[in-house]
């Protein structure tokens, strides 16, 4: 059965130690889930995720059904025999790159019509085939179809596509709750934009239908970054204590660690994946952009406070070169690290919580240079 | 010091089981060495060749000649420290590379004139200007700069070009006596196009001058199978037998075993890498198109023969999918299927050439199905 469990509570902040209990393993929190859109983390093979201690990924729903397809994934196992992932996978509902192209869906009550970003064949999803192609991938935690609304949005068209989530939310957990499997978990999504009056409204009716756990959705879609800090903050007090909270889709370190302190317990995001393909790397002394000429000769190891097998094996000037040498082992080593960095954040978060000295931890790090 | 032992020679062919010492360890021949062009072997981590058993790879001094330069490795200790490769490194001369775009370079009695692919720049490398960038690069097998004869070529031509590459290898041979450094092996190669004539004097005349090994080249060019292999038959006689014989940029599995009973030591070849990159992999049971429709839910191994960890833990279907879907992780997968494919293959053949068996186990293998 699906479970959540506070461990330890920070003594000055919100944030919270804990553990996820899934039908593959138990993960702790607060935990980043790499994410893996197309049923495999970007450039990093699941062997790799699994030495650097990764207990659940993300993949993508609307990616799966559309390629390979989610009965073809059911015929053949689901999706953690698929893609050989031992640990936890939470599927997104597909709604967010639904609706990423609004001028390619058309949105009706009944459920959205969108075009395929990979052949232009037309497609439906509405919340009740969400929850079922979540079941045929047989993902631990699915999330339920919502319109992620765009941002700017006007408080009248938030609040139209705030309610419209909220009614698909509850479509959602009826679906759900037909076949009966309580071992999974579902998730509600909070939504209402920028409108702190709008985002309480959600999180009631969520908590109303009652969820396994709450996502905070439609941020990070260009608003700028005090307004989502202050809306995770507002927000987050009026989710259960006892459920899980999700940020979903966030973020740089810095964003985590803020969050964290908010008392959010899960985040994904593409931006360590995404960054190392682009030679953009997380280091203890800050973002190394790998293709800088000042690196062209620099023997030291790309973050000497990192005990990655990229850090271990090889230099600055090595990584360099692969990355301006198209080399595909770029995406690679440079994927390991960013992933490492990230997994190995997310472990200091937990002890420093555990130890009561989060608060201190945040201020020593200094994340925000460079 | 670099050397060459024949262990054992096969009873009924010219196959032979070698070793070659290298100041980076000990080489079982046959062998089968790994293209990594850039300083690296495209889309394999250097630790995933270290776990198939790989001892020797192939650089190119042509591509890190232009990017990132030989002093600049040099300066940075060397290729092998710059990679990370603790295994041996053969290197080749960058001739054939220069001369692959005859159009844009410049032959010279002096050396070659050539543009660089990357940026156009222009750049010279003589005999004697190779031997000293093989050396920065601090490989274990350098090899002697060569004018590769094109195919179709005429005998007068391909004459002048065979005697073009005489003339230059005895001054790659002096420049590399004048540094006195005898640890690391120095490669001459034999020329002289599809003329057996030429290809004789070729022979004698590197015999002449005195190399740690020969190299067969300008095959696999262009010119039918059968003319390669008579080609590589009737020349190999002449080799010094004590030395090892390189038969460059072959092959096919199937040309492999066949020259491995002609005597040929030491091969390299794109293949195995770069088909892996196209999704055409070596099974023990013919080559397997992943791309195919019929592969779309198929379940089981690529190789049920193979123990590679890409067999060990997706099936085809999943693969199918990964190619399909353009991801990263698809080359490197199917890149360790196929070098571990090449390097069980060359495995078995030292084995049976050990065990005298290696003609049936020729016969049995039935390479050539498909």
């Known amino acids: 059965m699906f479970g959540f469990e506070v461990l330890h509570k920070d003594a000055a902040t919100h944030a919270r130690r804990g553990v996820l209990h899934t039908p593959h393993g ?43 397809g989610h009965e073809r994934i059911e015929r053949l196992g689901g999706l953690h025999r698929f893609m050989a992932w031992r640990g936890a996978l939470l599927t997104d509902s597909g709604g967010y790159q639904v609706f990423s192209h609004r001028d390619l869906c058309r949105i009706r009550e009944e459920g959205v019509e969108f075009r ?79 409108y702190p009056e709008l985002r309480a409204r959600s999180a009631q009716a969520l908590a109303a239908i009652g969820f396994s756990g709450t996502a905070v959705g439609g941020l990070s879609v260009g608003e700028p970054k005090e307004l989502m800090g202050s809306i995770v903050e507002s927000t987050l007090p009026l989710l259960p204590w006892d459920r899980p909270r999700y940020l979903m889709g966030v973020g740089t370190p810095e964003d985590i660690v803020r969050a964290v302190a908010m008392g959010v317990d899960m985040f994904d995001c593409v931006l360590p994946t995404r960054n190392a393909r682009n030679g953009c790397l997380f280091t203890s002394q800050g973002r190394v952009l790998i293709k800088n000429a000042a690196y062209a000769e620099d023997q030291g190891p790309l973050d000497p406070a990192c005990s990655c097998s990229t850090c271990r094996r090889f230099s600055r ?54």
């Not at 729903?61 to 390979?68: C, D, E, K, M, N």
């Not at 993902?139 to 419209?164: G, K, L, N, Q, W």
């Not at 360099?320 to 190995?344: I, K, M």
């Not at 978060?349 to 945040?362: G, K, M, P």
């Open 116 to 194: 395929s970003h990979i052949d232009g064949s037309r497609n439906f999803i509405s919340p009740e085939t969400a929850m079922d192609i979540q079941r045929s991938l047989g993902s631990d935690i699915a999330m339920v179809f919502d319109d992620c609304t765009p941002y700017p949005c006007s408080f009248a068209d938030a609040e139209a596509s705030m309610e419209r989530s909220m009614r698909w939310a509850a479509r959602c957990r009826r679906r759900w709750d037909a076949a009966g499997d309580r071992s999974r978990g579902l998730f509600g999504i909070v939504q209402g934009g920028v």
């Open 26 to 68: 138990d993960v702790p929190t607060p935990v980043f889930m790499p994410v893996g859109t197309a049923g495999a983390v970007k450039a990093m093979p699941g062997e790799a995720l699994e030495a650097l201690g990764a207990r659940i990924i993300l993949a993508n729903t609307y990616h799966l059904f559309l390629r390979p």
């Open 317 to 370: 000037a090595y990584l360099r070169h692969l990355f301006l040498a198209g080399e595909h082992l770029s995406a690679f080593y440079n994927t390991v690290h960013n992933l490492s960095f990230y997994l190995d954040m997310m472990r200091k978060i937990r002890e420093s919580i555990e130890l009561d000295n989060f608060c201190n931890w945040l201020n020593q790090i200094g994340i925000e240079r460079r």
